[in-house]
């Protein structure tokens, strides 16, 4: 009775430690959907077909289309403003969308 008893606490950490190695939300699909900026003041709308909205609460409205590549996103905008794709690191943690330049800067957005 006593190995039983242990066999069924190993399986049961055994199972927790799998699901806390486990990262975030995949970016490919959980991305999709509007995004607040909760540390800049421009908001994002990602479309399943690649359509990519931002709407910068200072300027304007932008529209392009985005991609993954693992966790890298890039956003290219049908704008003279954008003269290159912006490409930033993307991790999803919940309803929080984490964006990282190669410089270091992050933006932190929250699902709407």
């Not at 242990?6 to 199972?15: H, K, L, R, T, Y």
């Not at 985005?66 to 704008?79: D, P, Q």
């Not at 969308?97 to 699902?111: F, M, Q, V, W």
């Amino acid at each position: 009775m006593e190995l039983r008893r242990s066999i069924i606490v190993v399986a049961i950490v055994s199972s927790l430690m799998l699901a806390g190695c486990g990262g975030g939300t995949d970016v490919k699909t959980g991305i999709v959907g509007e995004w607040k900026g909760e540390t800049v003041k421009q908001d994002f709308q990602f479309f399943s077909d690649g359509r990519v909205e931002l709407n910068d609460l200072q300027h304007s409205m932008y529209k392009g289309t985005w991609e993954i590549a693992g966790s890298t996103l890039t956003c290219t905008f049908e704008s003279p403003i954008f003269t290159e794709p912006v490409v930033m690191n993307a991790e999803i943690k919940g309803d929080k969308l984490i964006l990282t330049a190669d410089s270091g800067r992050k933006e932190e957005y929250n699902r709407k």
